[in-house]
């Protein structure tokens, strides 16, 4: 069952187009990964799905409910955390944190406590004394210690230490065995591929890809890396394929999915000592899509 | 060295850029107010006569203590009555200019993280400080040239060079001070509000200071820096004595900023931090007491600001009682009914005056909701379980509480202070009644805060400017004759003024429908809106 879902989303600043027909859905019970640049659309499709931003056109419902008509309802449901923690500089952390957890209507002393300790935070300092990383903490803290049954999670990690952000990383395994959903936007491409059952990419307002990790890896060319008894040939001439080095006995390459089996057989006939092959990462697939089709990465890279 | 010097001028050219709309306002307003009025007096009081009349209103009390002491009242030229009258207000003016000026480029720049940019560059510790200083006496030198220009080339004839020279230089050397104060106070806190609240006390007990003192004696007046530079006596005797006391008294205060803000950290001020709650006490537990807890300090402030403004008015009753028992020409002159003494009719002026101050509160608290979205907190709130018509309500219910809070405390104030001094006081209801009435006036501009905030966000400032225009209308409307139409423009000139008018309830009703259409529209306008930040 689709816990989020999007139709054909479009959302214009005066002559803007923030975002141009999304389409996305985040299931049940899994840890939806939304990735894109700064500046693609990430935090408005969220703040729509908040209902804190009206859609120009088409629809975004969260529970199956509109997520501007019925916010307050779908709000009793979820967390959220914002990516830009703007807090109020003469209120303690302490005092936000409660306030938070009041208004989503429970109240669970022993999780605060825990979080507050795990986290390393010191409830008694005013707002404005906190770094930007402490104040991603308290509204983490706040979200993770209210219950709810999706947590939209924009860019949560930004200014934590690698400590915090591991420690944040186990808390999204916690609520992945507790079947909870999770919306969790981001620019690490690594914390994503940890914790993501699926992702999305988006760019310029505009989703270009979703699917599972592998089934996006179908999508790209794998990484193959040999060395060979014989001086190697002809591999130029292959389809779907695109050396990357090559030396007299070794080569790098990289492989169209499809045609993996055809360059295997082609090599076999130099007497292949060593073969190493690795599927594409996160970050070769964000990159193959921002370098590929007009993106300003390409211009970049040449 | 010289790099350094050199980036103090770019900065100071960054400020005036930034600055690019808001100083050419203010100076266009100061300026054009400065020059229009004496033109104005010399359509309205051409005979000696009829400022001869004048005089005898403005000899009493509580003129004194509202617009300081009167100089020349045997020859009442056109620049005497142009000093008399207009000189504590353009002041105030020019204070508060100053004060916003200085903690905007100070203080405010720091707590957004801006400074911190500066100061990576290769500029030195002070360098945001003196630009700004730097920029203000730019501002105020400027001012005071065109201004004393401005009404020397007026050609009215009481109106001499030197005269317009030293008026034009008591605002510039007044706002100077109060950009002084504004720098050591952007120092000592560690908010830019502090700073600014701060700064604004000070000029608001240096008012009333003066005005004790302008009745009663002579040396507190001459102690405190407003009352000294009202001493400078323009086009009478022009004595320009004061103006040098107070550059002096700046450049310590400004030397003390200079040196305490070489001395402290980025971010701290000189009041130390103490830890605070651990957790949220009963009263933070819904955004009402949220709104109520980031409001707390402003309500407070001014609770015990307006009672100050409404016992330094009333304190001056006594005075005005016995002035008008000694005159018994006055007496007869100016009443106009025997029903009601010359206080009393007093009281109705003074009433119009108090419920407008009452309203900056009352503004200021929805204000905060708008200031609340730009900086992006409203959507802790709207995230959760909260509707944005219960969010709206926290400030809203709590700006309706204020709108009657600070009456009450205000005529409280007058009424204590005036029932003390007073040999036959004036009875409670009747002064809380002539108070009271102008509720519906007051929600009239809360409404159509609530009403910009919902429907036109960005343009949420009009409503100062709604309430600067009525200021202007209402109080300078009667002295100089405004068109009746232009004076009707604001809700508080349809008040009936008690208890001299007779109470209407209709118009009182209508208006009341007014502010209240304006909220609805408001919050319907909030609900279907987008949230910005």
């Given at each position: 069952?689709?816990?989020?879902?999007?139709?054909?989303?479009?959302?214009?600043?005066?002559?803007?187009?923030?975002?141009?027909?999304?389409?996305?859905?985040?299931?049940?019970?899994?840890?939806?990964?939304?990735?894109?640049?700064?500046?693609?659309?990430?935090?408005?499709?969220?703040?729509?799905?908040?209902?804190?931003?009206?859609?120009?056109?088409?629809?975004?419902?969260?529970?199956?409910?509109?997520?501007?008509?019925?916010?307050?309802?779908?709000?009793?449901?979820?967390?959220?955390?914002?990516?830009?923690?703007?807090?109020?500089?003469?209120?303690?952390?302490?005092?936000?944190?409660?306030?938070?957890?009041?208004?989503?209507?429970?109240?669970?002393?022993?999780?605060?406590?825990?979080?507050?300790?795990?986290?390393?935070?010191?409830?008694?300092?005013?707002?404005?004394?906190?770094?930007?990383?402490?104040?991603?903490?308290?509204?983490?803290?706040?979200?993770?210690?209210?219950?709810?049954?999706?947590?939209?999670?924009?860019?949560?990690?930004?200014?934590?230490?690698?400590?915090?952000?591991?420690?944040?990383?186990?808390?999204?395994?916690?609520?992945?065995?507790?079947?909870?959903?999770?919306?969790?936007?981001?620019?690490?491409?690594?914390?994503?591929?940890?914790?993501?059952?699926?992702?999305?990419?988006?760019?310029?307002?505009?989703?270009?890809?979703?699917?599972?990790?592998?089934?996006?890896?179908?999508?790209?060319?794998?990484?193959?890396?040999?060395?060979?008894?014989?001086?190697?040939?002809?591999?130029?001439?292959?389809?779907?394929?695109?050396?990357?080095?090559?030396?007299?006995?070794?080569?790098?390459?990289?492989?169209?999915?499809?045609?993996?089996?055809?360059?295997?057989?082609?090599?076999?006939?130099?007497?292949?000592?060593?073969?190493?092959?690795?599927?594409?990462?996160?970050?070769?697939?964000?990159?193959?899509?921002?370098?590929?089709?007009?993106?300003?990465?390409?211009?970049?890279?040449? | 060295?010289?790099?350094?010097?050199?980036?103090?001028?770019?900065?100071?050219?960054?400020?005036?850029?930034?600055?690019?709309?808001?100083?050419?306002?203010?100076?266009?307003?100061?300026?054009?107010?400065?020059?229009?009025v004496?033109?104005a007096f010399?359509e309205m009081y051409?005979t000696a006569a009829d400022r001869a009349a004048m005089v005898i209103t403005m000899e009493n009390p509580a003129m004194i203590a509202m617009l300081g002491p009167l100089y020349g009242a045997?020859?009442y030229?056109?620049?005497a009555m142009n000093t008399n009258m207009m000189l504590v207000f353009?002041?105030i003016?020019?204070?508060?200019?100053?004060?916003?000026?200085?903690?905007?480029?100070?203080?405010?720049?720091?707590?957004?993280?801006?400074?911190?940019?500066?100061?990576?560059?290769?500029?030195?510790?002070?360098?945001?400080?003196?630009?700004?200083?730097?920029?203000?006496?730019?501002?105020?030198?400027?001012?005071?040239?065109?201004?004393?220009?401005?009404?020397?080339?007026?050609?009215?004839?009481?109106?001499?060079?030197?005269?317009?020279?030293?008026?034009?230089?008591?605002?510039?050397?007044?706002?100077?001070?109060?950009?002084?104060?504004?720098?050591?106070?952007?120092?000592?806190?560690?908010?830019?509000?502090?700073?600014?609240?701060?700064?604004?006390?000070?000029?608001g007990?240096?008012y009333m200071?003066r005005a004790v003192g302008d009745i009663s004696?002579?040396?507190?007046?001459?102690?405190?820096?407003?009352?000294?530079?009202?001493?400078?006596?323009?086009?009478?005797?022009?004595?320009?004595?004061?103006?040098?006391?107070?550059?002096?008294?700046?450049?310590?205060?400004?030397?003390?900023?200079?040196?305490?803000?070489?001395?402290?950290?980025?971010?701290?001020?000189?009041?130390?931090?103490?830890?605070?709650?651990?957790?949220?006490?009963?009263?933070?537990?819904?955004?009402?007491?949220?709104?109520?807890?980031?409001?707390?300090?402003?309500?407070?402030?001014?609770?015990?600001g307006l009672f100050m403004l409404g016992a330094s008015y009333g304190s001056v009753m006594g005075d005005l009682e016995g002035f008008l028992e000694n005159n018994q020409i006055l007496k007869q002159a100016i009443m106009i009914s025997d029903k009601y003494s010359m206080t009393e009719m007093f009281i109705t002026m003074l009433m119009s005056v108090i419920a407008m101050g009452a309203t900056i509160?009352?503004?200021?608290?929805?204000?905060?909701?708008?200031?609340?979205?730009?900086?992006?907190?409203?959507?802790?709130?709207?995230?959760?379980?909260?509707?944005?018509?219960?969010?709206?309500?926290?400030?809203?219910?709590?700006?309706?509480?204020?709108s009657f809070?600070m009456l009450f405390i205000s005529v409280s104030g007058l009424w204590i202070a005036s029932s003390s001094v007073m040999d036959n006081p004036i009875p409670f209801m009747s002064m809380f009644k002539a108070m009271m009435v102008y509720l519906p006036a007051v929600w009239i501009m809360?409404?159509?805060?609530?009403?910009?905030?919902?429907?036109?966000?960005?343009?949420?400032?009009?409503?100062?400017?709604?309430l600067g225009f009525s200021f202007v209308v209402v109080y300078f409307g009667k002295i100089m004759q405004f068109p009746e139409w232009l004076q009707k423009c604001s809700p508080f000139a349809h008040i009936p003024e008690l208890p001299v008018d007779k109470i209407n309830y209709t118009t009182l009703t209508v208006l009341a429908?007014?502010?209240?259409?304006?909220?609805?529209?408001?919050?319907?306008?909030?609900?279907?809106?987008?949230?910005?930040?």
């Open positions: 069952m689709a816990i989020v879902e999007t139709k054909e989303l479009t959302k214009k600043f005066g002559k803007f187009t923030a975002l141009n027909g999304i389409n996305l859905e985040v299931r049940e019970g899994e840890v939806f990964g939304f990735i894109g640049p700064n500046g693609a659309g990430k935090t408005t499709t969220i703040r729509t799905l908040l209902g804190i931003l009206q859609a120009t056109t088409g629809s975004a419902q969260v529970f199956g409910m509109d997520a501007w008509k019925d916010a307050v309802e779908i709000h009793k449901r979820i967390a959220y955390v914002p990516g830009d923690v703007n807090l109020w500089s003469n209120l303690t952390g302490g005092e936000v944190i409660d306030l938070f957890i009041k208004l989503k209507g429970n109240n669970n002393h022993t999780r605060r406590k825990k979080l507050i300790e795990m986290f390393d935070l010191d409830p008694s300092k005013k707002c404005r004394t906190y770094s930007k990383g402490n104040r991603q903490k308290v509204a983490l803290i706040a979200a993770l210690a209210s219950d709810a049954e999706l947590y939209i999670l924009d860019e949560p990690t930004s200014g934590l230490d690698p400590l915090m952000e591991n420690l944040f990383q186990q808390c999204i395994m916690e609520l992945k065995e507790q079947e909870k959903s999770v919306l969790l936007s981001s620019h690490i491409l690594s914390e994503v591929e940890q914790l993501c059952d699926r992702v999305g990419i988006i760019r310029q307002g505009k989703i270009i890809e979703t699917g599972t990790l592998s089934d996006l890896r179908h999508l790209t060319r794998i990484n193959m890396e040999f060395e060979t008894k014989q001086t190697v040939e002809g591999l130029n001439t292959l389809a779907g394929v695109t050396v990357v080095n090559q030396g007299d006995n070794k080569a790098t390459l990289k492989v169209d999915s499809g045609e993996i089996g055809n360059v295997l057989n082609y090599i076999t006939r130099f007497d292949v000592v060593k073969l190493n092959s690795t599927p594409p990462n996160l970050e070769d697939l964000f990159m193959s899509h921002y370098s590929g089709n007009g993106g300003g990465l390409s211009e970049w890279n040449a | 060295m010289n790099g350094t010097h050199n980036n103090n001028g770019r900065l100071m050219k960054l400020i005036f850029r930034r600055e690019r709309i808001q100083i050419p306002i203010w100076f266009i307003c100061l300026v054009g107010i400065s020059i229009a004496p033109i010399k051409s045997k020859d030229t056109i620049g353009t002041i003016a020019v204070a508060i200019m100053n004060i916003f000026f200085v903690v905007r480029h100070t203080r405010r720049d720091e707590e957004r993280g801006r400074i911190e940019v500066i100061r990576s560059l290769p500029v030195s510790r002070l360098s945001s400080l003196s630009a700004a200083m730097g920029a203000a006496v730019i501002i105020n030198v400027l001012l005071a040239v065109l201004t004393g220009a401005g009404l020397t080339a007026l050609g009215i004839e009481s109106m001499n060079f030197e005269g317009s020279m030293l008026f034009g230089a008591c605002l510039g050397v007044s706002g100077l001070f109060f950009a002084a104060v504004a720098a050591l106070f952007s120092q000592l806190c560690v908010t830019s509000r502090g700073a600014t609240g701060y700064s604004f006390a000070l000029l007990i240096m200071l004696n002579e040396t507190l007046s001459r102690i405190v820096p407003l009352g000294l530079i009202l001493r400078t006596q323009s086009y009478t005797k022009n004595e320009w004595w004061p103006v040098p006391i107070v550059l002096v008294i700046t450049l310590v205060i400004a030397l003390l900023a200079f040196y305490l803000n070489s001395r402290r950290d980025m971010g701290q001020g000189f009041i130390p931090a103490r830890p605070g709650r651990k957790t949220a006490s009963v009263f933070l537990q819904s955004s009402l007491g949220l709104s109520w807890r980031l409001l707390r300090n402003t309500f407070i402030a001014w609770v015990i509160p009352c503004i200021s608290m929805i204000q905060k909701l708008h200031n609340e979205e730009k900086h992006n907190r409203t959507e802790h709130l709207l995230s959760r379980t909260v509707s944005k018509s219960r969010l709206l309500s926290g400030y809203f219910v709590l700006a309706m509480i204020a809070i809360i409404g159509l805060t609530v009403l910009l905030i919902g429907v036109l966000p960005g343009k949420a400032m009009l409503s100062w400017v709604y429908i007014i502010a209240v259409v304006c909220i609805v529209i408001g919050y319907i306008g909030y609900q279907k809106r987008d949230v910005q930040g």
